[in-house]
Protein backbone atom coordinates (compact mmCIF):
# COMPACT_ATOMS: atom_id res chain seq x y z
CA UNK A 1 0.00 0.00 0.00
CA UNK A 2 0.89 3.83 -0.64
CA UNK A 3 -0.31 6.35 0.87
CA UNK A 4 1.97 8.98 -0.50
CA UNK A 5 0.77 11.68 -3.12
CA UNK A 6 -2.56 9.38 -4.02
CA UNK A 7 -4.01 11.02 -7.32
CA UNK A 8 -7.68 10.50 -8.34
CA UNK A 9 -8.58 11.21 -11.79
CA UNK A 10 -5.66 12.98 -12.36
CA UNK A 11 -5.92 15.07 -8.91
CA UNK A 12 -4.40 15.13 -5.50
CA UNK A 13 -6.92 13.71 -3.08
CA UNK A 14 -7.08 14.81 0.37
CA UNK A 15 -7.29 12.13 3.34
CA UNK A 16 -6.42 11.96 7.12
CA UNK A 17 -4.84 8.73 8.69
CA UNK A 18 -4.47 7.56 12.31
CA UNK A 19 -1.00 8.99 14.40
CA UNK A 20 0.45 5.60 13.63
CA UNK A 21 0.09 4.95 10.01
CA UNK A 22 -0.43 1.89 8.76
CA UNK A 23 1.06 -1.00 9.76
CA UNK A 24 0.80 -5.01 8.52
CA UNK A 25 -1.52 -7.20 10.21
CA UNK A 26 -4.02 -4.33 11.29
CA UNK A 27 -7.41 -4.12 9.43
CA UNK A 28 -7.97 -1.56 6.54
CA UNK A 29 -10.90 0.64 7.07
CA UNK A 30 -11.69 3.78 4.59
CA UNK A 31 -14.36 5.97 6.54
CA UNK A 32 -16.33 8.30 3.80
CA UNK A 33 -17.92 11.36 5.30
CA UNK A 34 -21.58 12.65 4.63
CA UNK A 35 -23.04 15.68 2.95
CA UNK A 36 -20.81 18.96 3.62
CA UNK A 37 -18.41 17.16 5.54
CA UNK A 38 -14.87 15.60 5.45
CA UNK A 39 -12.11 13.40 6.57
CA UNK A 40 -11.98 15.60 9.82
CA UNK A 41 -15.99 14.11 10.42
CA UNK A 42 -14.32 10.83 12.00
CA UNK A 43 -11.68 12.61 14.50
CA UNK A 44 -13.30 10.73 16.97
CA UNK A 45 -12.70 7.22 15.50
CA UNK A 46 -9.09 8.46 13.91
CA UNK A 47 -7.73 9.74 17.47
CA UNK A 48 -9.19 6.70 19.24
CA UNK A 49 -9.09 3.59 17.13
CA UNK A 50 -5.74 4.42 15.48
CA UNK A 51 -3.93 1.79 17.56
CA UNK A 52 -6.25 -0.66 16.90
CA UNK A 53 -7.10 -0.55 13.10
CA UNK A 54 -5.58 1.19 9.46
CA UNK A 55 -7.75 4.52 9.33
CA UNK A 56 -7.80 6.25 6.60
CA UNK A 57 -10.72 9.01 6.54
CA UNK A 58 -11.64 10.31 2.65
CA UNK A 59 -11.51 14.36 1.94
CA UNK A 60 -14.70 13.57 -1.36
CA UNK A 61 -14.47 15.64 -4.46
CA UNK A 62 -15.07 19.18 -3.14
CA UNK A 63 -14.23 18.49 0.53
CA UNK A 64 -11.18 19.05 2.58
CA UNK A 65 -8.30 19.01 0.97
CA UNK A 66 -9.84 17.43 -2.48
CA UNK A 67 -10.55 19.90 -5.11
CA UNK A 68 -14.16 19.91 -7.29
CA UNK A 69 -14.14 17.74 -9.86
CA UNK A 70 -17.35 18.15 -11.99
CA UNK A 71 -19.70 14.74 -9.86
CA UNK A 72 -23.35 15.00 -9.33
CA UNK A 73 -24.28 11.93 -9.12
CA UNK A 74 -23.80 8.71 -6.45
CA UNK A 75 -22.48 6.83 -9.40
CA UNK A 76 -19.87 9.98 -9.97
CA UNK A 77 -18.71 9.47 -6.16
CA UNK A 78 -18.42 6.06 -6.30
CA UNK A 79 -15.96 5.96 -9.10
CA UNK A 80 -13.43 8.66 -6.83
CA UNK A 81 -13.65 6.32 -4.20
CA UNK A 82 -13.23 3.49 -6.26
CA UNK A 83 -10.02 4.60 -7.80
CA UNK A 84 -8.90 5.88 -4.46
CA UNK A 85 -9.26 2.74 -3.22
CA UNK A 86 -6.73 1.27 -5.80
CA UNK A 87 -4.61 4.14 -5.89
CA UNK A 88 -4.05 3.69 -2.09
CA UNK A 89 -3.75 0.04 -2.66
CA UNK A 90 -5.75 -1.01 0.84
CA UNK A 91 -7.75 -3.66 -1.12
CA UNK A 92 -9.86 -5.41 0.20
CA UNK A 93 -10.78 -3.38 3.46
CA UNK A 94 -13.49 -2.67 4.92
CA UNK A 95 -15.84 0.70 4.32
CA UNK A 96 -17.53 2.50 6.59
CA UNK A 97 -20.18 5.20 5.29
CA UNK A 98 -22.03 7.85 6.91
CA UNK A 99 -25.25 9.79 5.07
CA UNK A 100 -24.15 10.60 1.92
CA UNK A 101 -21.15 8.41 2.35
CA UNK A 102 -24.11 5.24 3.22
CA UNK A 103 -24.80 5.59 -0.34
CA UNK A 104 -21.77 5.97 -1.80
CA UNK A 105 -20.46 2.65 0.09
CA UNK A 106 -23.58 0.96 -0.91
CA UNK A 107 -22.89 1.82 -4.61
CA UNK A 108 -19.43 0.26 -4.83
CA UNK A 109 -20.88 -2.76 -3.01
CA UNK A 110 -23.23 -3.66 -5.67
CA UNK A 111 -20.74 -2.47 -8.38
CA UNK A 112 -17.10 -3.61 -7.12
CA UNK A 113 -17.75 -5.81 -3.89
CA UNK A 114 -14.37 -7.66 -4.40
CA UNK A 115 -12.72 -4.65 -3.21
CA UNK A 116 -14.07 -5.00 0.29
CA UNK A 117 -14.21 -7.40 2.82
CA UNK A 118 -17.18 -5.71 5.03
CA UNK A 119 -19.03 -2.52 4.58
CA UNK A 120 -20.51 -0.34 7.93
CA UNK A 121 -23.60 1.82 6.99
CA UNK A 122 -24.01 5.13 9.66
CA UNK A 123 -26.94 7.08 9.46
CA UNK A 124 -28.02 6.21 6.05
CA UNK A 125 -30.73 4.41 4.14
CA UNK A 126 -31.18 2.73 0.90
CA UNK A 127 -33.16 5.72 -0.30
CA UNK A 128 -32.18 9.54 0.79
CA UNK A 129 -34.89 12.27 -0.07
CA UNK A 130 -33.73 15.47 0.99
CA UNK A 131 -36.72 18.60 1.79
CA UNK A 132 -36.60 21.35 -1.55
CA UNK A 133 -36.97 23.65 1.11
CA UNK A 134 -33.38 22.61 2.18
CA UNK A 135 -32.17 22.31 -1.64
CA UNK A 136 -33.77 26.13 -2.29
CA UNK A 137 -32.03 27.66 0.91
CA UNK A 138 -28.53 26.62 0.70
CA UNK A 139 -28.46 29.67 -1.37
CA UNK A 140 -30.97 32.00 0.03
CA UNK A 141 -28.64 31.95 3.49
CA UNK A 142 -26.10 29.52 3.63
CA UNK A 143 -24.95 30.35 7.06
CA UNK A 144 -28.27 29.90 8.53
CA UNK A 145 -29.26 27.08 6.60
CA UNK A 146 -25.93 25.07 7.81
CA UNK A 147 -26.24 25.88 11.35
CA UNK A 148 -30.02 24.35 11.43
CA UNK A 149 -28.96 21.25 8.96
CA UNK A 150 -25.98 20.97 11.70
CA UNK A 151 -28.03 20.96 15.10
CA UNK A 152 -30.40 18.78 13.92
CA UNK A 153 -27.66 16.19 13.45
CA UNK A 154 -27.51 16.50 17.20
CA UNK A 155 -29.62 15.95 20.17
CA UNK A 156 -30.54 18.72 22.50
CA UNK A 157 -28.16 17.09 24.72
CA UNK A 158 -25.34 17.36 22.97
CA UNK A 159 -22.55 19.93 24.43
CA UNK A 160 -22.57 23.19 22.20
CA UNK A 161 -19.32 23.06 21.68
CA UNK A 162 -19.13 20.17 19.65
CA UNK A 163 -22.49 21.66 17.74
CA UNK A 164 -20.33 25.00 17.18
CA UNK A 165 -17.20 22.95 16.00
CA UNK A 166 -19.64 20.89 13.47
CA UNK A 167 -20.83 23.92 11.60
CA UNK A 168 -17.62 25.84 11.68
CA UNK A 169 -16.28 22.70 9.93
CA UNK A 170 -19.30 22.27 7.46
CA UNK A 171 -18.63 25.84 6.88
CA UNK A 172 -15.49 24.93 4.91
CA UNK A 173 -17.42 23.54 2.45
CA UNK A 174 -19.06 25.69 -0.66
CA UNK A 175 -22.95 26.52 -1.12
CA UNK A 176 -22.61 24.55 -4.18
CA UNK A 177 -20.73 21.61 -3.29
CA UNK A 178 -23.26 21.09 -0.27
CA UNK A 179 -26.04 21.49 -2.71
CA UNK A 180 -24.48 18.90 -4.71
CA UNK A 181 -24.29 16.78 -2.16
CA UNK A 182 -27.56 16.81 -1.29
CA UNK A 183 -29.15 16.93 -4.62
CA UNK A 184 -26.96 13.74 -5.14
CA UNK A 185 -28.62 12.08 -1.97
CA UNK A 186 -31.98 13.19 -3.46
CA UNK A 187 -31.62 11.08 -6.67
CA UNK A 188 -30.29 7.91 -4.97
CA UNK A 189 -32.98 5.31 -4.78
CA UNK A 190 -31.56 1.57 -4.52
CA UNK A 191 -34.40 0.46 -2.92
CA UNK A 192 -34.85 -2.49 -5.70
CA UNK A 193 -31.24 -3.96 -5.29
CA UNK A 194 -30.23 -3.45 -1.71
CA UNK A 195 -31.49 -6.81 -0.96
CA UNK A 196 -28.31 -7.63 -3.65
CA UNK A 197 -25.18 -7.22 -0.68
CA UNK A 198 -24.24 -9.72 0.48
CA UNK A 199 -20.97 -8.40 2.02
CA UNK A 200 -20.91 -9.01 5.74
CA UNK A 201 -22.61 -5.37 6.90
CA UNK A 202 -22.53 -3.69 9.68
CA UNK A 203 -25.62 -0.92 10.44
CA UNK A 204 -25.54 1.66 13.30
CA UNK A 205 -27.50 4.67 13.75
CA UNK A 206 -28.61 6.83 16.68
CA UNK A 207 -31.99 6.31 18.21
CA UNK A 208 -32.98 9.77 17.90
CA UNK A 209 -31.88 10.51 14.40
CA UNK A 210 -34.16 12.45 13.11
CA UNK A 211 -32.31 13.05 9.46
CA UNK A 212 -32.23 9.23 8.70
CA UNK A 213 -34.94 8.18 10.82
CA UNK A 214 -34.01 4.64 12.63
CA UNK A 215 -36.67 3.01 10.00
CA UNK A 216 -34.44 3.60 7.77
CA UNK A 217 -31.72 1.27 8.90
CA UNK A 218 -34.17 -1.11 9.99
CA UNK A 219 -35.25 -1.55 6.33
CA UNK A 220 -31.17 -2.20 5.48
CA UNK A 221 -31.46 -4.56 8.03
CA UNK A 222 -34.15 -6.80 6.80
CA UNK A 223 -32.75 -6.74 3.06
CA UNK A 224 -29.41 -7.14 3.56
CA UNK A 225 -29.01 -10.87 4.89
CA UNK A 226 -26.82 -11.93 8.02
CA UNK A 227 -26.51 -7.78 8.62
CA UNK A 228 -25.88 -6.64 11.88
CA UNK A 229 -28.37 -3.56 13.33
CA UNK A 230 -26.56 -1.60 16.39
CA UNK A 231 -28.89 1.47 17.45
CA UNK A 232 -27.19 3.54 19.94
CA UNK A 233 -29.20 5.46 22.38
CA UNK A 234 -28.84 9.86 23.31
CA UNK A 235 -27.66 10.12 19.62
CA UNK A 236 -28.92 11.68 16.69
CA UNK A 237 -27.40 11.69 12.86
CA UNK A 238 -23.85 12.30 14.13
CA UNK A 239 -24.37 8.88 15.89
CA UNK A 240 -19.88 8.61 16.05
CA UNK A 241 -20.05 12.28 17.85
CA UNK A 242 -22.69 11.75 20.02
CA UNK A 243 -21.81 8.40 20.99
CA UNK A 244 -18.50 7.62 20.84
CA UNK A 245 -17.46 4.86 22.68
CA UNK A 246 -20.60 2.98 21.71
CA UNK A 247 -20.29 3.50 17.83
CA UNK A 248 -15.82 2.75 17.95
CA UNK A 249 -16.74 -0.23 20.01
CA UNK A 250 -19.23 -1.71 17.81
CA UNK A 251 -16.82 -0.68 14.72
CA UNK A 252 -13.77 -2.31 16.21
CA UNK A 253 -15.73 -5.51 17.35
CA UNK A 254 -17.12 -6.14 13.53
CA UNK A 255 -13.99 -5.32 11.53
CA UNK A 256 -11.01 -7.02 14.10
Known amino acids: M ?41 FMQLNSLELDLNLVAVDLPGHGDTPKLPIERIEDYTAWFTEFIESAQIAPCFAVGHSLG ?19 LVGTGARLRVSPQILESIYQDFDKTVSFIVSSCYTKEAPREL ?54 SEFLNRKI ?32
Open 225 to 256: AGSRLVILDNAGHAVMHQAPEAFNQALKDFVV
Open 163 to 216: IQEAIRLARRTTPAQFRTDFMACDRFDIMGEVEQIQLPTLIIVGREDVMTPVKY
Open 102 to 120: GAIVQRLTLDQSALLKGIV
Open 2 to 42: DLRNIRVQGHPAGFATGRSGFKAGRPNVVLVHGSGGSSMSW
